[in-house]
């Protein structure tokens, strides 16, 4: 089966760093993506990975390794803001998403 | 840019009833997908629309059906409500071929079932 696991929650302190680690079994491999969550809200698009190696964009940034399914999403200089969920996504071999089911980053002063 | 517009925000529907959730978008893009939202689950695929005319299902389509008449709506019904389909309901779209597949999501609908 497919598979997507990542933490369910974590918490980080403004103005520090975290990294969500996320690992995927699928079937075939088109990319995979980062989405943020803020709670009631839409997700949003924040990345996108299909080479393996380090994008980085601002204060985010996620990395991609193939051959070992794995990513992460690096968040520099947290701010109270960038608490919300987190979700990676990877499609398949059909071009299809499976999503994780998030994780709830918690930010405390 | 009104991007992508659901209704209703939120619903109260009694079991046995129909249900019409309506998705707008105005960026004339190609692909739209209907997705639901479980505490603990990842996002789940219902139904998607690659082109107007077209549709196919996704991993969760029983209970649902969808049509996409143009370019623009892609609506999605629940003819018999039933209380497992009380859910947060996100619709999405993405341009087409040629791009990363970045996803634009409507702000949702929450949906209970009695």
């Known amino acids: 089966g497919q598979n997507i696991d990542q933490p369910t929650e974590m918490t980080a302190t403004e103005g520090a760093i975290v990294q969500i680690n996320c690992t995927y079994q699928?079937?075939?491999?088109?990319?995979l993506f980062w989405y943020q969550q803020h709670a009631g809200e839409a997700p949003t698009f924040l990345s996108y990975n299909v080479l393996d190696g380090l994008e980085e964009k601002g204060r985010f940034s996620s990395f991609l390794s193939r051959s070992k399914g794995y990513s992460y999403l690096l968040l520099k200089e947290l701010q109270m803001k960038d608490s919300a969920s987190y979700l990676c996504?990877?499609?398949?071999?059909?071009?299809?998403?499976?999503w994780g089911a998030g994780t709830k980053l918690i930010i405390k002063p | 840019t009104a991007g992508i517009t659901q209704a209703p925000t939120s619903q109260i529907l009694a079991a046995g009833r129909s249900m019409t959730l309506r998705c707008t978008q105005d960026?004339?893009?190609?692909?739209m997908y209907w997705y639901r939202q479980d505490l603990g689950l990842g996002l789940r695929l219902i139904h998607y629309?690659?082109?107007?005319?077209?549709?196919g299902k996704g991993e969760v389509p029983d209970g649902y059906s969808v049509s996409r008449a143009n370019t623009d709506d892609f609506p999605l019904t629940l003819a018999s409500a039933v209380p497992s389909q009380t859910s947060v309901y996100f619709c999405?779209?993405?341009?087409?071929?040629?791009?990363?597949?970045?996803?634009?999501f409507g702000e949702g609908s929450r949906l209970t079932v009695l």
């Open positions: 996504a990877v499609r398949d071999s059909n071009y299809q998403l499976i």
């Open positions: 699928t079937s075939g491999f088109n990319g």
């Open positions: 960026m004339r893009h190609n692909a």
């Open positions: 999405a779209s993405r341009a087409g071929q040629g791009d990363t597949g970045e996803l634009f």
């Open positions: 629309s690659n082109t107007a005319g077209t549709t």
